[in-house]
């Protein structure tokens, strides 16, 4: 456990803020009845919680464990936009059943994060901003959330030397950014746009801690 920089504890006061915002409005979102819409909602709800909890740990000073958690907040949103826009319905419904032996050997079988992205790229229903944005993001940050999801090199080193604070600061931000585009999906999700007006007051409300998430929405 490390001490919060100052220039990361004032962000994370914000963050905090910007979280509780966005749970707030996902509290009274409901999924249209359709399986598509109600799985793509779920992976969305489980990158909000990777999110959430990435936060809470830097505010308390346990910054690895919170940046293994944002490759999981990263990638859930990833496949809840995939389940969205790209993948089949042969897909949706193995990714729906029940959790067995069988179920998992299944889900294990899809594709990974590459694959879903260049999936999206060629879906012509899929935000082509956003999964740009994405794209990217993976491209930059992969390899180094994955050394820290498995306690890799980038973990080991940084629990010798410590982490800057602007290192700290940009990967919080990033979290955040994944945050709001996690909150349009869940929005878009439930078939009603007007869902949508509470996401962009929170883009505007929260610009100063939202990085990325001017671009193009996932409308």
Known sequence: MTKVPEMVSSLVGRSVQLHEVIHDHVETLIPFGELRFEIAFDSGVLALEHGTAALHLIEAGW???AFALMR???E???RGI???CAASDLWIEKLSQ???IGAQKQANEGPMVAEMLKQLEAATNAPAGIVGQLKEYRDVSWKALNSFNHGGIHALSKTVTGYSPKLVHDALRNSNAV???TAQLLS???GDGTNMDTVRRIHVDYADCLPIVHG???H
């Open 76 to 78: 859930s949103l990833v």
């Open 216 to 218: 193009p929405s996932l």
């Open 188 to 190: 878009i999700m439930t």
């Open 82 to 84: 995939w389940l969205a």
């Open 72 to 74: 999981p907040q990263f």
């Open 179 to 181: 945050m709001a585009l």
């Open 98 to 100: 029940p959790l067995t």
């Open 63 to 65: 910054t690895s464990s």
